[in-house]
């Protein structure tokens, strides 16, 4: 992974207040010699907590996407949606998703207990969910949907930011790639999920099988939500039970060296709200952020997707189960090309060749109606995630030295590429179908110039004369 500026270098603050190194414990000799062992062991046991905010991750895209698939099953009939309604209940999740990102990274940097919030959300999150499965009408959904994008928008954001309070620069890639394929996977096994739930359970109790989707999976978010609290880690400054003393002490410890080792100025104390203010002010947040919000435009697919596989004709059984492959393919990719980044320090290249092929796909899928071709323009399209997952990754290297800056860019980039999909969520009108050619052609207009706000951030750090290995890092 690249550890060194984009777009220039910049002053840059003390990792945090908690965690001064005259606060911090140092390693004995004995510790230093077998320092590789320890680490090894604290990693492994990183991984495995990190493995389940995967799971979380997972139930919290599914939760935001299964009125897609409630829509083939009478979601739209049952509460008598008209014209756009459907597009606007889709949209206005990223309405309160936008509104809490940054104030909840903020409240989450000042917290001992980040694995007690999380959770806690998650438990919000799970309720609501069960609730829009017993809401009688179109408006109480609406403001259901609007009250889910607002918890659920603690997640992930937070879950970034916590990946950077453990992981230095050159594990992130990875950890974050593991993270983000929870959506593609949310994608592939959702679907699965969804089409038994849909159609075993319709008619049970007198209920519609819509319904019994939502009270199925607000239930399991729920349940493992409850595990979440003693499983999810808190922060390196605060006790960890599951850590050894010496990999308490070696935590802390790399996070220390991590700011020194990219800290060419003078540190200053970040106090209050500085970190917010500072990232407001940064205008690579702001330009990041623009690239960003085209960048999920142009994914705005992936909300449709089963509407975009029933264009193919076939049944709803087998449109849902036609949805798994193409994200089981996106999310081995995913890994594959986050790894390669990480290995190469390269971010740009990484970030536009999936947008490339993703752009091949919407081509082929206005082409033609052939099924079996815009089959293969699916498999296209779910390349195209990995280029997010990639770009978070540039954002967190490149404001990675300041605690509070970092909890505060990490959440207002993530927040603006949300308007992406409050704007892109119209993109796909039903009178658009089932060719939807006017779709794709908007989401090939987004990803160019989603490549060309990256390229002009890659241009510009060549043009400072910073080599290779040696941008990314504010």
Same mark, same amino acid.
């Given at each position: 992974? =690249?550890?060194?500026?984009?777009?220039?270098?910049?002053?840059?603050?003390?990792?945090? /207040?908690?965690?001064?190194?005259?606060?911090?414990?140092?390693?004995?000799?004995?510790?230093?010699?077998?320092?590789?062992?320890?680490?090894?062991? +604290?990693?492994?046991?990183?991984?495995?907590?990190?493995?389940?905010?995967?799971?979380?991750?997972?139930?919290?895209?599914?939760?935001?996407?299964?009125?897609?698939?409630?829509?083939?099953?009478?979601?739209?009939?049952?509460?008598?949606?008209?014209?756009?309604?459907?597009?606007?209940?889709?949209?206005?999740?990223?309405?309160?998703?936008?509104?809490?990102?940054?104030?909840?990274?903020?409240?989450?940097?000042?917290?001992?207990? #980040?694995?007690?919030?999380?959770?806690?959300?998650?438990?919000?999150?799970?309720?609501?969910?069960?609730?829009?499965?017993?809401?009688?009408?179109?408006?109480?959904?609406?403001?259901?949907?609007?009250?889910?994008?607002?918890?659920?928008?603690?997640?992930?954001?937070?879950?970034?930011?916590? +990946?950077?309070?453990?992981?230095?620069?050159?594990? $992130?890639?990875?950890?974050?790639?593991?993270?983000?394929?929870?959506?593609?996977?949310?994608?592939?096994?959702?679907?699965?999920? /969804? =089409?038994?739930? +849909?159609?075993?359970?319709?008619?049970?109790?007198?209920?519609?099988?819509?319904?019994?989707?939502?009270?199925?999976?607000?239930?399991?978010?729920?349940?493992?939500?409850?595990?979440?609290?003693?499983?999810?880690?808190?922060?390196?400054?605060?006790?960890? /039970?599951?850590?050894?003393?010496?990999?308490?002490?070696?935590?802390?410890?790399?996070?220390?060296?991590?700011?020194?080792?990219?800290?060419?100025?003078?540190?200053? #104390?970040?106090?209050?709200?500085?970190?917010?203010?500072?990232?407001?002010?940064?205008?690579?947040?702001?330009?990041?952020?623009?690239?960003? *919000?085209?960048?999920?435009?142009?994914?705005?697919?992936?909300?449709?997707?089963?509407?975009?596989?029933?264009?193919?004709?076939?049944?709803?059984?087998?449109?849902?189960?036609?949805?798994?492959?193409?994200?089981?393919?996106?999310?081995?990719?995913?890994?594959?090309?986050?790894?390669?980044?990480?290995?190469?320090?390269?971010?740009?290249?990484?970030?536009?060749?999936?947008?490339?092929?993703?752009?091949?796909?919407?081509? *082929?899928?206005?082409?033609?109606?052939?099924?079996?071709?815009?089959?293969?323009? $699916?498999? $296209?399209?779910?390349?195209?995630?990995?280029?997010?997952?990639?770009?978070?990754?540039?954002?967190?290297?490149?404001?990675?030295?300041?605690?509070?800056?970092?909890?505060?860019?990490?959440?207002?980039?993530?927040?603006?590429?949300?308007?992406?999909?409050?704007?892109?969520?119209?993109?796909?009108?039903?009178?658009?179908?089932?060719?939807?050619?006017?779709?794709?052609?908007?989401?090939?207009?987004?990803?160019?110039?989603?490549?060309?706000?990256?390229?002009?951030?890659?241009?510009?750090?060549?043009?400072?004369?910073?080599?290779?290995?040696?941008?990314?890092?504010?």
């Amino acid at each position: 992974m =690249s550890d060194r500026p984009l777009l220039g270098a910049g002053n840059s603050s003390r990792y945090g /207040a908690s965690d001064r190194s005259r606060d911090s414990p140092v390693l004995s000799e004995f510790d230093e010699q077998n320092r590789q062992m320890v680490e090894k062991r +604290l990693l492994r046991k990183l991984d495995f907590r990190v493995g389940f905010l995967v799971l979380i991750y997972i139930m919290n895209c599914i939760d935001r996407t299964n009125a897609a698939a409630a829509r083939l099953r009478g979601f739209e009939e049952d509460l008598g949606m008209t014209g756009n309604q459907f597009n606007t209940l889709m949209s206005i999740f990223y309405v309160g998703y936008l509104l809490t990102q940054a104030p909840s990274n903020m409240f989450l940097d000042r917290m001992t207990r #980040p694995s007690l919030y999380l959770s806690s959300c998650m438990a919000t999150w799970g309720a609501i969910t069960v609730f829009i499965g017993v809401a009688q009408t179109y408006h109480a959904i609406l403001i259901l949907r609007f009250m889910l994008g607002f918890v659920e928008a603690a997640f992930f954001p937070g879950a970034i930011f916590l +990946l950077s309070r453990w992981y230095k620069r050159n594990e $992130l890639g990875f950890r974050t790639a593991l993270l983000a394929c929870g959506s593609s996977i949310s994608n592939a096994f959702g679907a699965l999920v /969804a =089409s038994g739930i +849909l159609v075993s359970l319709d008619g049970t109790l007198g209920f519609a099988g819509w319904r019994w989707l939502f009270f199925v999976e607000g239930t399991l978010t729920t349940v493992v939500a409850l595990s979440a609290i003693w499983i999810l880690p808190d922060f390196p400054s605060s006790p960890n /039970a599951w850590l050894l003393s010496d990999e308490q002490t070696l935590a802390k410890r790399r996070m220390e060296e991590e700011v020194a080792g990219g800290n060419e100025h003078k540190s200053t #104390p970040v106090t209050g709200w500085s970190g917010l203010v500072e990232a407001i002010m940064d205008w690579k947040v702001w330009w990041l952020g623009a690239a960003l *919000i085209l960048m999920e435009a142009s994914l705005s697919f992936r909300l449709f997707f089963p509407t975009l596989s029933a264009t193919m004709g076939y049944n709803l059984t087998i449109t849902l189960l036609l949805c798994a492959p193409p994200w089981i393919l996106g999310t081995a990719t995913s890994f594959l090309v986050a790894r390669h980044s990480d290995a190469t320090g390269d971010r740009f290249w990484h970030t536009a060749c999936p947008l490339f092929v993703a752009i091949v796909g919407f081509m *082929i899928a206005i082409s033609t109606m052939n099924a079996a071709v815009r089959y293969l323009s $699916l498999f $296209l399209m779910a390349q195209a995630p990995v280029a997010h997952i990639v770009s978070l990754t540039w954002v967190m290297n490149t404001f990675s030295q300041s605690q509070s800056k970092r909890a505060a860019a990490i959440a207002l980039v993530n927040a603006m590429s949300s308007l992406g999909y409050i704007g892109s969520s119209y993109f796909w009108p039903s009178r658009w179908g089932p060719s939807y050619v006017n779709s794709y052609g908007l989401c090939i207009l987004t990803s160019t110039i989603s490549i060309v706000m990256f390229w002009l951030a890659e241009a510009k750090e060549q043009a400072l004369g910073l080599p290779k290995g040696f941008r990314y890092l504010l």
